[in-house]
């Protein structure tokens, strides 16, 4: 059972006070018997010196002496010669006395001293203070202790009761010090529970300047800068999390037991646990990828490159990472791991693009520049040629030479596009002037393919504030397109139309050819074609829809592509009225 520190002190206090009270008891005893020893033996002294000048001046009746001296005094006097035979005794009859040589008190007195002597008489039965002095003969006075021991003990029971007051006095006193202290160790320790627990907004209060208010003031002072200390930490923890939770890639920490400690937001997303089912989990349980498990086993041996980014497929969702692996330690000096994946999807995706870009571009120039140079080759190898064959060679070196500037053009105004910083040139335009010129600009080619070319722009607005220029390049490569993939007899409807919410949609509706709905993803693609050797021979280059998408999308517009294979293809262009202050 635990003991209250209460309890403990007035335990301590009770039994030093007892002890000291009995101390001081036993002193005190001793000292009051050996003075009232003391006074009997000096009153028994007197009364021995005067015994025996009155036996000196009594003549040779010294019974008769005696016996009046003692009746008169009240003690008992015994008178012994030299070699010990009583000559004569207040109380007894001396001639039936025993020798009193080896008396204690009469062998002092023989001897020359004062002797002095207490026992119980053998004659009278009652215990005796005796005292002899130094005549001749030995004058011996003795006197019962009864008196000496009666005062000693009433003042035994006076020192006994003064000494339970005392006791109580100071039970009383120490219980409430110790009370007091107690409870002002109860508030300590109640302060120190409430730090322990987080309540750093506690104060405890100062009660004195002694040694226990000194710790008052120190417990409050800690728990102050405790509190001002816990709370920068948990501000620095909150950035620390805030500024790893903004991380795009995952962050996971792993103990020296290959335990998952720490993870940021985007290793969660990307593990699709909870936090709190994440913690405690080794290596083997969160990365249940064989190509990542091998990785990081090689990388935790301590190659030399363990903090060399490597490639891994992850397969849900499918992403392309780099993993890497960096040491830690902590200020104990324990070790553990830092694991970090990147997401290098778009990058991977961006290289792919660009090496087919690379490989297309190399591609639709080789064949102009081919027929090109066939051709220029042809013509100087046969001077004598007739002017037909030469007209013949020279159009098609025309033909495709025109076919080569379309696609450095087509190139320069997407890199121009892709850059960013195409500038919008925004007025007040007819948008139903715009349908109508880009209709006529195609409308000799449709006729020459025997296609319906149709325009309808009843339910557009008169005005739309936008980069015109934009807008007539965007319907050209819709229209272009939609004219090349229609066969004879076919129809292409170029529609304007208003939306409730103030936006004009420009809809090219051909009944061509389609889309397959597998390739609808990849139409705007540079170079991407969905019938190559059509769009070829109609002199495509395979960038017109994708200028189209990076138009649209700096004037803040949508594109819609639906298609049916076999059955057509409907492109929808969404554009809004953009502020003059662009």
């Given at each position: 059972?635990?003991?209250?520190?209460?309890?403990?002190?007035?335990?301590?206090?009770?039994?030093?006070?007892?002890?000291?009270?009995?101390?001081a008891?036993?002193?005190?005893?001793?000292?009051?018997?050996?003075?009232?020893?003391?006074?009997?033996?000096?009153?028994?002294?007197?009364?021995?010196?005067?015994?025996h000048?009155?036996?000196?001046?009594?003549?040779?009746?010294?019974?008769?002496?005696?016996?009046?001296?003692?009746?008169?005094?009240?003690?008992?006097?015994?008178?012994?010669?030299?070699?010990?035979?009583?000559?004569?005794?207040?109380?007894?009859?001396?001639?039936?006395?025993?020798?009193?040589?080896?008396?204690?008190?009469?062998?002092?007195?023989?001897?020359?001293?004062?002797?002095?002597?207490?026992?119980?008489?053998?004659?009278?039965?009652?215990?005796?203070?005796?005292?002899?002095?130094?005549?001749?003969?030995?004058?011996?006075?003795?006197?019962?202790?009864?008196?000496?021991?009666?005062?000693?003990?009433?003042?035994?029971?006076?020192?006994?009761?003064?000494?339970?007051?005392?006791f109580?006095?100071?039970?009383?006193?120490?219980?409430?010090?110790?009370t007091?202290?107690?409870?002002?160790?109860?508030?300590?320790?109640?302060?120190?529970?409430?730090?322990?627990?987080?309540?750093?907004?506690?104060?405890?209060?100062?009660?004195?300047?002694?040694?226990?208010?000194?710790?008052?003031?120190?417990?409050?002072?800690?728990?102050?800068?405790?509190?001002?200390?816990?709370?920068?930490?948990?501000?620095?923890?909150?950035?620390?999390?805030?500024?790893?939770?903004?991380?795009?890639?995952?962050?996971?920490?792993?103990?020296?037991s290959?335990?998952?400690?720490?993870?940021?937001?985007?290793?969660?997303?990307?593990?699709?646990?909870?936090?709190?089912?994440?913690?405690?989990?080794?290596?083997?349980?969160?990365?249940?990828?064989?190509?990542?498990?091998?990785?990081?086993?090689?990388?935790?041996?301590?190659?030399?490159?363990?903090?060399?980014?490597?490639?891994?497929?992850?397969?849900?969702?499918?992403?392309?990472?780099?993993l890497?692996?960096?040491?830690?330690?902590?200020?104990?000096?324990?070790?553990?791991?830092?694991?970090?994946?990147?997401?290098?999807?778009?990058?991977?995706?961006?290289?792919?693009?660009?090496?087919?870009?690379?490989?297309?571009?190399?591609?639709?120039?080789?064949?102009?520049?081919?027929?090109?140079?066939?051709?220029?080759?042809?013509?100087?190898?046969?001077?004598?040629?007739?002017?037909?064959?030469?007209?013949?060679?020279l159009?098609?070196?025309?033909?495709?030479?025109?076919?080569?500037?379309?696609?450095?053009s087509?190139?320069?105004?997407?890199?121009?596009?892709?850059?960013?910083?195409?500038?919008?040139?925004?007025?007040?335009?007819?948008?139903?002037?715009?349908?109508?010129?880009?209709?006529?600009?195609?409308?000799?080619?449709?006729e020459?393919?025997?296609?319906?070319?149709?325009?309808?722009?009843?339910?557009?607005?008169?005005?739309?504030?936008?980069?015109?220029?934009?807008?007539?390049?965007?319907?050209?490569?819709?229209?272009?397109?939609?004219?090349?993939?229609?066969?004879?007899?076919?129809?292409?409807?170029?529609?304007?139309?208003?939306?409730?919410?103030?936006?004009?949609?420009?809809?090219?509706?051909?009944?061509g050819?389609g889309?397959?709905?597998?390739?609808?993803?990849?139409?705007?693609?540079?170079?991407?074609?969905?019938?190559?050797?059509?769009?070829?021979?109609?002199?495509?280059?395979?960038?017109?829809?994708?200028?189209?998408?990076?138009?649209?999308?700096?004037?803040?517009?949508?594109?819609?592509?639906?298609?049916?294979?076999?059955?057509?293809?409907?492109?929808?262009?969404?554009?809004?009225?953009?502020?003059?202050?662009?």
């Amino acid at each position: 059972m635990k003991r209250s520190i209460l309890s403990r002190l007035l335990w301590s206090f009770a039994l030093v006070f007892a002890v000291m009270l009995a101390a001081a008891g036993i002193f005190l005893e001793k000292f009051l018997t050996e003075r009232h020893t003391g006074l009997l033996q000096n009153e028994l002294e007197v009364i021995a010196t005067l015994a025996h000048t009155a036996i000196g001046n009594g003549g040779d009746d010294i019974e008769k002496v005696v016996k009046k001296f003692g009746q008169d005094s009240g003690l008992r006097l015994t008178v012994i010669d030299g070699a010990g035979v009583v000559l004569a005794d207040s109380v007894a009859d001396s001639e039936k006395m025993d020798n009193h040589a080896t008396r204690v008190e009469i062998a002092g007195a023989i001897g020359g001293a004062v002797g002095v002597s207490q026992r119980k008489s053998s004659t009278l039965g009652v215990e005796l203070m005796y005292l002899a002095i130094p005549t001749a003969p030995v004058v011996r006075a003795a006197k019962p202790m009864d008196e000496v021991n009666g005062i000693i003990a009433q003042t035994r029971s006076r020192i006994v009761l003064a000494g339970l007051l005392a006791f109580m006095l100071a039970i009383l006193l120490s219980y409430f010090l110790a009370t007091r202290f107690s409870i002002r160790l109860k508030k300590m320790e109640v302060f120190a529970g409430k730090l322990a627990r987080g309540f750093y907004d506690e104060k405890l209060e100062v009660q004195s300047d002694d040694e226990l208010g000194g710790l008052e003031s120190s417990l409050d002072k800690l728990g102050r800068e405790l509190g001002d200390y816990v709370m920068q930490l948990d501000n620095d923890r909150q950035k620390l999390t805030t500024i790893m939770d903004a991380l795009p890639e995952a962050v996971l920490l792993f103990n020296s037991s290959r335990r998952l400690t720490a993870a940021n937001a985007t290793a969660i997303k990307l593990l699709k646990l909870t936090a709190s089912a994440m913690e405690g989990l080794s290596i083997e349980e969160v990365f249940r990828i064989p190509q990542a498990l091998k990785l990081l086993g090689e990388a935790l041996e301590g190659g030399k490159d363990r903090s060399t980014p490597k490639r891994i497929l992850w397969p849900e969702p499918l992403l392309d990472l780099e993993l890497s692996v960096h040491d830690v330690t902590d200020t104990s000096g324990d070790g553990g791991v830092l694991v970090i994946l990147r997401d290098v999807t778009r990058q991977a995706h961006l290289e792919q693009v660009r090496t087919d870009f690379i490989t297309n571009m190399a591609h639709e120039l080789r064949t102009p520049l081919t027929a090109i140079r066939g051709s220029a080759e042809t013509l100087l190898d046969n001077e004598d040629h007739s002017p037909e064959i030469g007209r013949r060679f020279l159009g098609t070196i025309s033909r495709h030479s025109l076919r080569l500037g379309n696609i450095l053009s087509d190139i320069s105004q997407l890199a121009h596009l892709e850059s960013g910083v195409a500038p919008v040139e925004v007025d007040a335009h007819d948008p139903r002037r715009v349908l109508q010129e880009v209709a006529e600009l195609f409308r000799a080619e449709a006729e020459k393919a025997e296609i319906g070319l149709t325009v309808d722009f009843s339910g557009i607005p008169g005005e739309l504030i936008s980069d015109q220029e934009k807008i007539e390049s965007i319907l050209v490569n819709l229209v272009q397109n939609a004219i090349r993939y229609t066969p004879a007899g076919g129809q292409v409807k170029l529609i304007g139309r208003n939306t409730p919410d103030g936006n004009v949609i420009y809809e090219v509706i051909d009944s061509g050819i389609g889309i397959p709905p597998s390739e609808l993803p990849r139409v705007t693609e540079r170079f991407y074609r969905v019938d190559p050797g059509r769009s070829r021979e109609k002199g495509g280059t395979g960038l017109g829809l994708s200028i189209v998408k990076h138009l649209i999308s700096v004037l803040d517009g949508e594109l819609e592509i639906e298609s049916e294979h076999g059955h057509g293809t409907t492109v929808r262009v969404k554009l809004p009225s953009l502020n003059t202050d662009r």
